[in-house]
């Protein structure tokens, strides 16, 4: 399963991604025979699916970017709603590689820890989390890319932090964008809302 936290970013941005998550398209890339994958990559693309790949090292943002493109029309058949829900699954896989993300019982905390890890991903500020209170945490993303690019990563975003929160027990869980970039807004923001948690839950 995937832990990739995002679709895309700015190729024109000399910034970078952990292998943790490059890993993850290229795996995804490689286990997908039946596509051309060359229509969607340039040149300089190529030697990543053929070499090994270091968890540990970073690599090219913008490889990175078309490596989502690609997979975003040929796997998820650029349905934005199927990437919000790979979002949601996201959190399980993301949780087994840092077992300390989810605090139970505290979303605040799980948010906060989410927005540490950030940093170990991205060497650039891909999302912002400027505010998180008990019921409420607003998102800004900032990738710097097209509207069809921006839309499809921030769908993803939203799916992973509505499953953080459920997954620290967070209840009446809603996520929704509060502006978004490609449909005109100066920026792309989202929210996370709950009302309360269950220690009961799994």
């Not at 039946?34 to 969607?40: E, Q, T």
């Not at 790949?53 to 078309?66: L, N, Q, V």
């Not at 490596?67 to 959190?91: H, L, N, T």
């Not at 800004?140 to 499809?152: C, I, K, Q, R, T």
């Amino acid at each position: 399963m995937s832990t990739s936290l995002v679709v895309h970013a700015a190729p024109e941005k000399n910034w970078s991604v952990k292998g943790t998550l490059f890993s993850d398209y290229v795996r995804m890339i490689r286990g997908t025979k039946h596509v051309d994958w060359s229509h969607h990559l340039v040149a300089q693309d190529l030697p990543f699916l053929e070499q090994k790949i270091d968890t540990d090292g970073w690599y090219p943002m913008a490889t990175f970017e078309r490596f989502g493109q690609a997979i975003f029309a040929e796997v998820a058949g650029r349905d934005c709603e199927a990437v919000r829900e790979w979002g949601r699954m996201q959190v399980f896989s993301l949780a087994h590689v840092h077992p300390n993300l989810v605090a139970p019982d505290d979303p605040v905390e799980t948010l906060m820890r989410f927005k540490v890890l950030r940093s170990t991903f991205f060497d650039f500020e891909a999302f912002q989390i400027p505010s998180i209170t008990d019921g409420d945490a607003t998102l800004l993303v900032s990738y710097g890319m097209g509207p069809v690019a921006e839309e499809a990563a921030a769908h993803q975003l939203l799916g992973f932090a509505e499953g953080l929160v459920v997954a620290a027990h967070g209840v009446d869980v809603e996520a929704s964008f509060l502006e978004r970039s490609w449909a005109g807004g100066e920026q792309t923001r989202l929210e996370v809302t709950w009302s309360g948690v269950d220690s009961g839950l799994d």
